[in-house]
């Protein structure tokens, strides 16, 4: 069996001082070895100045780096501009994104959806790029339906993504009977999960309540039930999510990659409580 491939996701700081803060995060993540680093990139591609930046220092500190890309709001000109700063900086792998409309942008740009985007990444770089696109064990809150969300996925496979990084979820049937319906059409590039660790209960709920991850009755009311209790909270967190990070590699998850909030202590207490 191959090794799983881990991953840890951030956000491009937004002044000095966060800059600071995500440099000590990654030094202390970097010492459990990740495939790679991804950095988000705003709605419209507001953060891109930010995120350019975020994935140079990492790059220089001779980590693999993936920079996310969002192609909504955008034009083909932008894209082009970016994939060749990137090619030229050496990086080989992007997490190719819709994104969102940024508030008050009226039009959806030269590009409506992820799968024209990971075509328009191959037309014009080849295999340079190792392509990740994103999958929703759960359904994109957006989807007409479960069959329609699973065709849409297969579009973006279809048209040159490499392998999925998946939204955050709690429920790991939802994520292997994901991979089982994908299997049916025939699509086979790994599936890795999205790990959230639960840090915060209000925090995670705003998040889930806006892209529509599931929070399982029972993990929600526990969770409401501690409080203001924080040490409660991170501590029966830590358990669900070590608990679910355990079922989803022994069952053959192709890894997992986590969504730090540029933090490193949630993170490294997980991966400290699988023993990896």
């Not at 010492?31 to 930010?50: D, I, K, M, Q």
């Not at 080989?92 to 942008?105: E, F, N, T, Y």
């Not at 986590?258 to 997980?270: R, V």
Request: net charge positive.
């Amino acid at each position: 069996m191959t090794r799983p491939l881990f991953s840890f996701e951030f956000f491009p700081p937004q002044t000095a001082e966060g800059a600071e803060k995500l440099a000590v995060t990654r030094k202390q993540l970097a010492t459990l070895n990740p495939e790679f680093f991804s950095v988000t990139f705003g709605a419209g591609g507001s953060t891109r100045e930010h995120t350019l930046k975020t994935v140079q220092q990492i790059k220089a500190e001779g980590h693999n780096v993936a920079p996310h890309l969002s192609c909504i709001g955008s034009t083909r000109e932008n894209i082009r501009a970016i994939l060749q700063t990137y090619k030229q900086l050496g990086i080989r792998r992007i997490v190719a994104l819709r994104g969102d409309l940024p508030s008050g942008m009226a039009g959806t740009g030269e590009f409506q959806y992820a799968s024209e985007l990971v075509s328009f990444i191959r037309e014009q770089t080849g295999d340079h790029f190792h392509i990740e696109v994103a999958a929703y064990p759960e359904f994109h809150p957006q989807a007409k339906s479960a069959r329609d969300d699973l065709l849409n996925f297969r579009r973006k496979i279809n048209a040159g993504a490499n392998s999925a990084i998946t939204q955050y979820f709690y429920n790991a049937d939802s994520y292997f009977h994901f991979v089982d319906e994908c299997s049916k059409l025939g699509i086979t590039a790994p599936i890795v999960p999205g790990i959230m660790p639960i840090v915060k209960f209000a925090q995670l709920a705003r998040f889930s309540d806006a892209c529509g991850a599931e929070i399982p009755r029972w993990i929600r009311r526990t969770l409401e039930n501690y409080g203001d209790d924080t040490a409660s909270i991170q501590a029966f967190g830590l358990d669900v999510v070590t608990s679910l990070c355990q079922r989803l590699l022994t069952r053959g998850a192709p890894g997992l990659h986590f969504y730090t909030l540029n933090q490193a202590a949630p993170t490294l207490a997980i991966w400290k409580h699988l023993g990896l």
